[in-house]
């Protein structure tokens, strides 16, 4: 079954705590993104990475960090640096012809 | 780098009315520009693109339209359907394949 998986679908974190949302993807496509949703909010672009081993910064980096080590893999970590990590995040690939397909997304709490 | 305005917020209709969405982006170098449907709790799916060599676009009752020159870029849905109701989102890609969106459109169809 092809696609973009994200784990887990609910995630909660501690206060001052690191934690780090996984996403993968079999579709052979080279870019990769992670993207913040709040309520009622657009999807703003945290990071995103054209090619392996190499990213950029979003629109609202701060508190976050990713690794691109293999095509299929685009972790993201939520640091204790990250003042309000409380929202929906998604992450999507997408080809070189730039259709882009979305995980199912990561709930994060803070608790 | 680049930035996406949508217009509106939110927009109610009654069915079989038409919808319009505007959107407008900053970066000349994007090329490609796609429209992405979520409904409530799940991933956004994406409805129609189109691309930076092409004006408009048409599938069945979605149809986009692009204005290079005034870099504007525009969502066309007739006869609306209560299942037409969900948040869109317009997209705009430019350098190093950075997929920016727009704030996003509640549409409420009513029977």
Redesign the interface.
């Known amino acids: 079954d092809g696609g973009i998986t994200q784990s887990p679908k609910y995630l909660f974190r501690k206060e001052g705590q690191n934690v780090t949302l996984s996403c993968e993807q079999n579709l052979n496509h080279d870019a990769m993104y992670w993207y913040r949703q709040d309520p009622g909010q657009g999807l703003r672009l945290i990071y995103y990475s054209q090619i392996v081993n190499d990213f950029q910064k979003g629109d609202i980096a701060e508190g976050y960090s990713v690794s691109r080590e293999k095509k299929e893999s685009f972790p993201l970590t939520v640091t204790s640096a990250q003042k309000n990590p409380t929202a929906f995040y998604l992450c999507a690939s997408s080809s070189d012809r730039g259709i882009a397909f979305f995980g199912q997304g990561t709930r994060l709490t803070v608790v | 780098?680049e930035n996406v305005e949508?217009h509106p917020s939110t927009l109610s209709v009654q069915e079989g009315d038409s919808a319009v969405i505007k959107c407008t982006y900053s970066d000349s170098a994007s090329n490609?520009f796609?429209w992405y449907k979520q409904e409530l709790g799940k991933?956004?799916?994406?409805i129609i693109?189109i691309?930076s060599n092409v004006g408009e676009k048409k599938d069945q009752r979605i149809a986009v339209t692009l204005n290079k020159t005034a870099k504007h870029f525009s969502l066309h849905i007739t006869e609306t359907q209560p299942e037409d109701s969900a948040v869109y989102?317009c997209?705009a890609?430019g350098g190093?394949?950075?997929?920016?969106?727009?704030?996003?459109t509640r549409l409420l169809v009513s029977p």
Do not use: I
């Not at chain 2, 991933?43 to 994406?46: E, F, M, N, S």
């Not at chain 2, 190093?96 to 996003?104: A, C, D, E, N």
């Open positions: 780098g949508q490609y796609p991933r956004p799916q994406l693109d691309r989102f997209a890609r190093f394949q950075k997929l920016v969106f727009g704030t996003g």
